[in-house]
């Protein structure tokens, strides 16, 4: 399962750190999975912001977030980091974070589906 942390309220160009811990029988610190967040925003579909593949050393981001969110990974604790920076009222959404269940992939995928497990999700909202 995924537990994501850090959402909250902030001020328009300011910073949030999400977290996304895994945990369970698909997840070790042996074995990485691909894992990314995605974002809702109300009355809106749900939208790809980063990813990260098992190694950590391909990293993808939408065009909107670019330059000022960063995505990190912490094998050893199952833990990837969205360091968001700059944010803006438009950055407002609830952020889900998602994990490939195979640790033999070494790519990752902007789209939704190509992820098996998803977190409960955290509120992130910026106020201009």
């Known amino acids: 399962q995924l537990q994501a942390f850090g959402g909250g309220l902030v001020q328009a160009g300011g910073s949030l750190r999400l977290s996304c811990a895994a945990s369970?029988?698909?997840?070790?610190?042996?074995?990485?999975?691909?894992m990314a967040w995605f974002r809702q925003a109300p009355g809106k579909e749900r939208e790809f912001v980063a990813a990260?593949?098992?190694?950590?050393?391909?990293?993808i981001y939408s065009d909107s977030v670019k330059g000022r969110f960063t995505l990190s990974r912490d094998n050893a604790e199952n833990t990837v980091y969205l360091q968001m920076n700059s944010l803006k009222s438009e950055d407002t959404a609830v952020y889900f974070c998602?994990?490939?269940?195979?640790?033999?992939?070494?790519?990752?995928?902007?789209?939704?589906?190509?992820?098996?497990?998803w977190g409960q999700g955290t509120q992130v909202t910026v106020s201009s």
């Open positions: 998602a994990a490939k269940k195979s640790t033999t992939v070494t790519v990752v995928s902007r789209t939704s589906t190509w992820y098996d497990v």
């Open positions: 990260v593949n098992r190694g950590g050393d391909l990293t």
């Open positions: 369970g029988r698909s997840f070790s610190s042996r074995n990485a999975n691909a």
